[in-house]
């Protein structure tokens, strides 16, 4: 079976309204949803099964094939990715089943990063955090890696409310960079804010960001690129979004 064309798909779909065109396009990406579950989670809590993963991430699926829209400069396959990740994330925050132990120390670093950067006026290196948690650097480095499995933590996973409960994603700062937002003069500024932090970046963190939520490679791929092991990827990783997050938490007020 020959594969279909996708442009002629899309248009059936966005232009003629084809419950078939639509079907076409679930089933010709749904592989994006098992690639980004394996690479969400790479070992289940025990009350939460694989096929749930899946379910959640072929919500996410569908909303983007609803939502793209075809005329923007932007892959489809990025911006899928971002919702059926966040469906995933969505889901399991659901669960709950982050132990309160890993919350308090996310919140922990997050503070120390924030707090670091405020007094140095620069993000804060590895070996500067470490000895303000008292930890030896390799210590430091086994806790990144330990933080970033367990509790998930992704771009993805910074989810900002505001007024009738509107949730804004990484899809959303993707997506919607061009769009005009003179009437969503709030959600603008949750955008700005985020693509201020990661601005803010040290090189080899903003890389990561890039490679991994732009251009959809794995951690292990991202290693080959910038010739570390995959855990120096978690590491780096984890210490971008811990960034971000105390970021967004500092300029929370400019949203409510």
Do not use: C
């Amino acid at each position: 079976m020959s594969a279909p064309n996708l442009q002629v798909v899309w248009h059936r779909y966005k232009i003629g309204g084809e419950t078939k065109a639509r079907d076409v396009l679930i089933q010709h990406y749904a592989y994006l949803v098992k690639i980004t579950a394996g690479r969400v989670v790479t070992s289940l809590p025990p009350n939460v099964e694989r096929d749930d993963l899946i379910s959640a991430g072929i919500i996410g699926l569908i909303k983007a094939i609803d939502q793209f829209d075809t005329k923007r400069e932007v892959k489809f396959e990025t911006y899928a990715i971002a919702l059926i990740r966040g469906a995933i994330l969505e889901m399991l925050r659901e669960e709950d089943w982050v132990p309160r132990s890993i919350r308090e120390r996310v919140k922990a670093l997050e503070r120390t990063y924030l707090d670091l950067e405020s007094r140095l006026g620069r993000p804060a290196t590895e070996e500067e955090v470490a000895v303000a948690m008292g930890l030896e650097i390799d210590a430091f480095h086994v806790l990144l890696a330990d933080t970033g499995r367990a509790s998930l933590l992704s771009l993805d996973d910074i989810v900002l409310s505001s007024e009738g409960n509107e949730k804004i994603h990484l899809a959303d700062v993707v997506f919607d960079e061009s769009a005009d937002t003179s009437g969503d003069v709030e959600s603008s500024a949750m955008r700005e804010s985020l693509g201020e932090g990661i601005d803010r970046l040290p090189d080899r963190e903003k890389l990561v960001i890039a490679l991994y939520y732009y251009e959809g490679l794995t951690f292990k791929e991202i290693g080959k690129i910038l010739e570390v092991s995959e855990s120096r990827v978690y590491q780096l990783h984890t210490q971008a979004v811990l960034r971000l997050r105390g970021y967004l938490q500092r300029d929370l007020a400019l949203f409510h």
